[in-house]
């Protein structure tokens, strides 16, 4: 069964295998003692430890192993600020950071700080000049992921931690999806990542801090991971972890272009196969093994389950696939199509063929998915149509108020409107993209006596 949900996490590397059942030999004692066990438990761990700072491009030293990558991005963010809080208590980020990043951000300005949302363009890329505007006196640490989780979409990181060297603000990288396939330009003060993208075991985060970079661990004190992540090391995870890292970056070169080149094939022939879809995400500065699309008039969790039937198992940042029924702040942010959404992320050694078979599958499981949801077949023409129509689609969720919406733009003549009740939150980012697929004017949001509506204009 093809898996395509390595961005969620790549299965494990047989290098990481191998190292872990060597490990789990050789390394299960304290690494803090003196005596033979513990002696070889730290010749391990410190071995362990150049090879990942090497990958990362910074001291020994300066890396600590965590519990996992949240925890990495949690205790990074926490010190960062608390170590420079006579600076300030202002923290950037960007509007698509992963959401540990964005959860970090949310206890910090509960506890009084403030934060500032840098906008992304409709690719999922920030501008950084945009970004360079949003640093002031009083901030104390900037966020920026190296390559966008859900789109793939590669943010100018080299641009950015310029601008924040010339501002003397330190800037944290999370560098969980990229870490694996090359190196992280330089100028970043923090850096975090997680073991389980590159093919390592789960439970392992990486969380490196810049010598200079005032720090204050938050929490009880440990003697542990320069006191950056309590607890006792699980040697052989990180021995795992450590050594999958080197494996995936040795074979990084030749598998990137092989997997880019599956995934430009998946992103120029989807909108082929498979009508009214939207490919999302920079196409070329962009991750090579990920690619990300929406469907329209496709409920995104039953799309899912229908391809998992037929024996692939992706992803999606649609609001029908989530338990808050909202979409993918990601998706919020760009502005696109949330709908329908399925992520694809190839693990090394993806097949020509199994993309092949994917292709094949798709174009039917989207079909029948919008058949069981009555989506619209092309309008037929009316004799005398109405100047506006109101769609009630209070109580209805996607993307069902769109299917509607497509349903009846054609009953309106040109100049015409339509005006759709909703009170999904997802009808605020779907109608207007919508518009924006099928060429039509999205005039705007007016307030209702329940949810909103959305008023669309008929152009064409």
Partial sequence: MPYFDAASAAPLHPVARQALLAALDEGWADPARLHREGRRARLLLDTAREAAAEAVGCRPDELSFTSSGTRAVHSGISGALAGRRRVGRHLAVSAVEHSSVLHSAADHESRGGTVTEVPVDRSGAVDPAAYGAALREDTALACLQSANHEVGTVQPVAEVAGLCREAGVPLLVDAAQSLGLEPVPGGWSLLAASAHKWGGPAGVGLLAVRKG?????????????????????DIPAIVAAAA????????AAAESARLSALVDRIRSRVPVLVPDVEVVGDPVRRLPHLVTFSCLYVDGETLLHELDRAGFSVSSGSSCTSSTLTPSHVLKAMGVLSEGNVRVSLPMGTTEEDVERFLDVLPGAVAGVREKLGAPAPAAPVAAPAASLVVDALG????????????????VPVGGTVTV????????????AWCAMREQEYVGEEPADRGSAYVVRRLS
Avoid: H, N
């Avoid at 209805?396 to 009953?411: N, Q, S, T």
């Fill in 213 to 233: 970079v005032r720090f204050a661990v938050q929490g009880p004190a440990d003697e542990r991971e320069s006191g950056r992540a309590a607890g006792f090391e």
């Fill in 244 to 251: 999958s890292l080197r494996a995936v970056r040795a074979e």
């Fill in 396 to 411: 209805r969720r996607c993307p069902i108020p769109v299917i509607e919406l497509a349903k009846v733009i054609g009953e």
């Fill in 421 to 432: 009740l909703s009170d999904d939150e997802a009808a605020r980012l779907d109608i207007p």
